[in-house]
């Protein structure tokens, strides 16, 4: 089992940055897949971007952040990243973190067996 603690996010103008860190507690952070998703009240939970486990050779973005957002892990630090560049109002939302055990799909929420608490994003004209 890993626990999850989102830590990075805050208030910024558009076209700002942030990066958004998650830390895992225990030995066998880099067997797990890693995502990011977000998610508005009344919507449904959002893929952003995945990496694949161990040497996190394969990542995966959603259409609306490519080009803009960078996903990333540190496995000596148990910790995951995620860099988001040219900040739109648009990328306002709660962000989490999970883990995944699976190798496939990572791209949806229900892939995906453990989350941090989420960190707030807010992004103003």
Known sequence: QVQLVESGGGLVQAGGSLRLSCAASGPTFSLYAMGWFRQVPGKEREFVAAISSW???IT???DSVKG????S???AKNTL???MNNLKPEDTAVYYCAASTKVRGI???AEYEYWGQGTQVTVSS
Do not use: E, K
């Open 55 to 57: 040497r996190g050779l």
């Open 60 to 62: 995966y973005y959603a």
């Open 68 to 71: 803009r957002f960078t996903i």
């Open 73 to 75: 892990r540190d496995n």
């Open 81 to 83: 990243y995620l860099q």
């Open 107 to 109: 791209t949806h929420y």
